[in-house]
C-alpha cells in the first residue's frame, strides 16, 4: 500500500476513534456533573419547599381578605433562615428578624419585587452562598403586629459550593488525563488496525505479481512455439508434433493455475460454500485411491489404504476428494521409483484423523514454515514436472480450514514426509 494511503487511513481511524471517545467522555462527565449537581441541592431545596408549603397550608398565600397572623411558630426552627419583607421591600423589624439577620452576612440582601420566584434560586451575599425563593403574601397577613408583603426563604450552602468547585476541578482533570488516555489508545488502536490491513495488502501485491509472473510465463512458451510453427508453414502436424505436445502441456498448466487462482480468491472473499454430507469414509477414500493405485504402478511405486473409521461423518466430498488429490499427487510427484505412499483415516478423540504418508525425499525444515504459502515451492528452478505452482498446498489449507480442521506436516520415518489432516465430526 502506498505511504500516503496508509498514513491517511491511519490518521482518518485515529480522529473517528478519539472523536467517539470525545463524545462519550464529554456525555459522561456533563451527565456526572448534572446528577452531582441536582443531588447535592436536594436537601437544601427540600428544606425551602418545606417551609413554603408550610405557609401554604395555613393559607398564607392565598387570594383571602381576612387578616391572618403568621405565628413564629410557623418559622420552624431548621437550617432554612427567613426574612419577612413588608410592601415597601423594607425588612420587619422584629426580635426573630433582629436575632437572626442584623450579621453581615445578610446586610447584603436587598429585596426587589420584580425578584418574587417560586423557582429556587443560588445567590451569593458577601461571599456566602444561599438557596434561596421568594414568595409574595396576599393583603393582610401580619407578623407580630405588623403587616407583611414578601419573604424569602435562605439556605446557606457555602460549604455546598465549596464541594461543588472542587468535585468541577476533580471532574476537569479527571477527563482531561482520560483525554491523554483517549489521545494515545486512539493513535495505537489506528496503528494496530492497519495492520491487517497492511498485511492483506502486502498479500495481494506478491499475490498479483507472482501470479503474473506464473501467467506470463506458460503464455511465453505457447507463443515462441507457435510463432516457431508458423515459420514452417509446409510442415505437417507429424513432423511440428513436438511444438504442439509441449504448447498443450502449457495450456493444461495455465488451465490448472487459473482454477487454482480461482478457487483461492473465491476462498479469500468467502464466496465458496461447503455442502457437507454423511459419508462412509472408507468407501469414499477407495474411490478417490484406486486410480493413484494404477497410476503408482507404472512407475513401480505403491499406494496403500487403510480405513478405521465405524461411523459415518459429515463432509464436503468435492473438497476433502479435492484435498487429497492435492496430497496424493504431492506424493507421487516428489517420491522415486520404489516408494510407498501410504493414506490412512482413523478416528482419534472424536476427531477424524486422515493422514498421505510418503517415502520420499522429504521436505526441509525451513520449506516447513512455508509449505502452505501461496506460489511457495520449494524448488527454486522451476521444474516443469515437480515445480507445480506453488498454490495446491494452499488450496488443501484452506479446505481444512474451512472445515474447522487442522492440516500439519512432518517428517516420515525413515525418510519421506506425512500430512495429517485432523477434522471435527
Known amino acids: 500500500m502506498p505511504n500516503i494511503i496508509n498514513k491517511r487511513q491511519q490518521i482518518s481511524g485515529f480522529l473517528w476513534q478519539f472523536g467517539a471517545f470525545f463524545v462519550i467522555f464529554t456525555f459522561l462527565g456533563l451527565l456526572i456533573y448534572w446528577t452531582y449537581t441536582r443531588s447535592i441541592y436536594q436537601s437544601s431545596d427540600m428544606a425551602i419547599n418545606q417551609q413554603v408549603r408550610v405557609w401554604e397550608q395555613q393559607k398564607y398565600l392565598a387570594d383571602d381578605t381576612t387578616t391572618k397572623r403568621i405565628p413564629s411558630t410557623s418559622i420552624p426552627n431548621t437550617r432554612t433562615e427567613v426574612i419577612l419583607f413588608d410592601k415597601k421591600s423594607k425588612v420587619v423589624v422584629d426580635q426573630l428578624a433582629a436575632n437572626v439577620y442584623r450579621s453581615e452576612v445578610l446586610a447584603g440582601i436587598h429585596f426587589q419585587k420584580s425578584g418574587v420566584s417560586r423557582p429556587i434560586t443560588t445567590i451569593e451575599v458577601n461571599g456566602n452562598h444561599y438557596r434561596m425563593a421568594s414568595v409574595a403574601f396576599k393583603n393582610n397577613v401580619t407578623f407580630e403586629d405588623t403587616?407583611?408583603?414578601?419573604?424569602?426563604?435562605?439556605?446557606?450552602?457555602?460549604?455546598?459550593?465549596?464541594?461543588?468547585q472542587r468535585f468541577k476541578q476533580v471532574i476537569f482533570w479527571s477527563f482531561g488525563t482520560f483525554g491523554l488516555l483517549a489521545l494515545a489508545i486512539s493513535y495505537v488502536i489506528s496503528r494496530?488496525?492497519?495492520?491487517?490491513?497492511?498485511?492483506?495488502?502486502?498479500?495481494?501485491?506478491?499475490?498479483?505479481?507472482?501470479?503474473?509472473?506464473?501467467?506470463?510465463?506458460?503464455?511465453?512458451?505457447?507463443?515462441?512455439?507457435?510463432?516457431?510453427?508458423?515459420?514452417?508453414?509446409?510442415?505437417?502436424?507429424?513432423?511440428?508434433?513436438?511444438?504442439?505436445?509441449?504448447?498443450?502441456?502449457?495450456?493444461?498448466?495455465?488451465?490448472?493455475?487459473?482454477?487454482?487462482?480461482l478457487t483461492l480468491a473465491k476462498a479469500g472473499s468467502n464466496m465458496t460454500k461447503l455442502e457437507k454430507e454423511a459419508t462412509d469414509i472408507a468407501e469414499f477414500l477407495t474411490e478417490i485411491t484406486a486410480p493413484y493405485q494404477e497410476m503408482a504402478q507404472f512407475?513401480?511405486?505403491?499406494?496403500?489404504?487403510?480405513?478405521?473409521?465405524?461411523?459415518?461423518?459429515?463432509?464436503?466430498?468435492?473438497?476433502?476428494?479435492?484435498?487429497?488429490?492435492?496430497l496424493l499427487d504431492n506424493a507421487?510427484?516428489?517420491?522415486?521409483?520404489?516408494?510407498?505412499?501410504?493414506?490412512?483415516?482413523?478416528?482419534?478423540?472424536?476427531?477424524?484423523?486422515?493422514?498421505?504418508?510418503?517415502?520420499?525425499?522429504?521436505?526441509?525444515d525451513e520449506a516447513k514454515k512455508h509449505i502452505f504459502d501461496?506460489?511457495?515451492?520449494?524448488?527454486?528452478?522451476?521444474?516443469?514436472?515437480?515445480?507445480?505452482?506453488?498454490?495446491?498446498?494452499?488450496?488443501?489449507?484452506?479446505?481444512?480450514?474451512?472445515?474447522?480442521?487442522?492440516?500439519?506436516?512432518?517428517?516420515?520415518?525413515?525418510?519421506?514426509?506425512?500430512?495429517?489432516?485432523?477434522?471435527?465430526?
Not at 299 to 326: C, G, M, N, Y
Open 147 to 164: 403587616k407583611v408583603k414578601y419573604a424569602m426563604v435562605l439556605v446557606n450552602v457555602t460549604d455546598t459550593m465549596f464541594n461543588l
Open 192 to 261: 494496530r488496525n492497519m495492520i491487517p490491513i497492511l498485511k492483506s495488502w502486502q498479500r495481494q501485491q506478491d499475490f498479483v505479481d507472482t501470479a503474473a509472473h506464473e501467467l506470463r510465463t506458460p503464455l511465453a512458451v505457447i507463443q515462441g512455439k507457435l510463432e516457431t510453427m508458423l515459420t514452417h508453414p509446409e510442415d505437417t502436424i507429424r513432423n511440428q508434433s513436438s511444438q504442439i505436445i509441449l504448447s498443450l502441456s502449457e495450456i493444461r498448466r495455465l488451465n490448472a493455475l487459473t482454477s487454482n487462482m
Open 299 to 326: 512407475d513401480e511405486k505403491e499406494v496403500t489404504l487403510a480405513t478405521d473409521v465405524p461411523q459415518q461423518v459429515s463432509i464436503d466430498r468435492k473438497r476433502i476428494h479435492q484435498l487429497l488429490v492435492l
Open 332 to 364: 507421487l510427484k516428489y517420491s522415486s521409483s520404489g516408494a510407498k505412499i501410504a493414506v490412512s483415516a482413523t478416528v482419534e478423540r472424536k476427531k477424524l484423523v486422515l493422514s498421505v504418508a510418503d517415502t520420499g525425499s522429504g521436505i526441509s
Open 374 to 425: 501461496r506460489f511457495y515451492r520449494e524448488d527454486k528452478t522451476g521444474n516443469r514436472e515437480t515445480g507445480g505452482t506453488g498454490l495446491g498446498l494452499s488450496i488443501a489449507e484452506w479446505i481444512v480450514l474451512a472445515h474447522n480442521g487442522k492440516i500439519v506436516v512432518y517428517d516420515n520415518k525413515p525418510q519421506g514426509t506425512v500430512f495429517k489432516v485432523t477434522l471435527p465430526m
